[in-house]
């Protein structure tokens, strides 16, 4: 079993920054693919980051070049540096962790949520 905990959501001004953490215990392992997904109310949740065990990333176009997907397998905790915020950023954002994708094996481990608020 894998338990997340995640940190770092608040209100935020346009243009703002925040980072966001997630800390990972239990059995959790380097190997592990770990994310962050958002989900705004009525609207799907989607993936926002995403990073594999050798540190290949990928983004969301909405959110290229401003946001930062880090991972420390040594502390198992996965980062989230958002730049240059922008109100339609704003939504619950979920810390992921997956493991054998596309086998019976499969895996997904979510956190609570954590709030982030974009406005004036």
């Known amino acids: 079993q894998v338990q997340l905990v995640e940190s770092g959501g608040g209100l935020v001004q346009p243009g703002g920054s925040l980072k966001l953490s997630c800390v990972a215990s239990?059995?959790?392992?380097?190997?592990?693919?770990m994310g962050w997904y958002r989900q705004a109310p009525g609207n799907e949740r989607e993936l926002v980051a995403g990073?594999?065990?050798?540190?290949?990333?990928n983004y969301t176009d909405s959110v290229k070049g401003r946001f930062t997907i880090s991972r420390d397998s040594a502390k198992k905790t996965v980062y989230l540096q958002m730049n240059s915020l922008k109100p339609e950023d704003t939504a619950v954002y979920y810390c992921?962790?997956?493991?054998?994708?596309?086998?019976?094996?499969?895996?997904?481990?979510w956190g609570q949520g954590t709030q982030v608020t974009v406005s004036s």
């Open positions: 239990g059995r959790m392992f380097s190997t592990y693919d």
């Open positions: 992921n962790v997956q493991r054998g994708t596309g086998t019976r094996w499969f895996t997904t481990y």
């Open positions: 990073i594999t065990s050798s540190s290949s990333t």
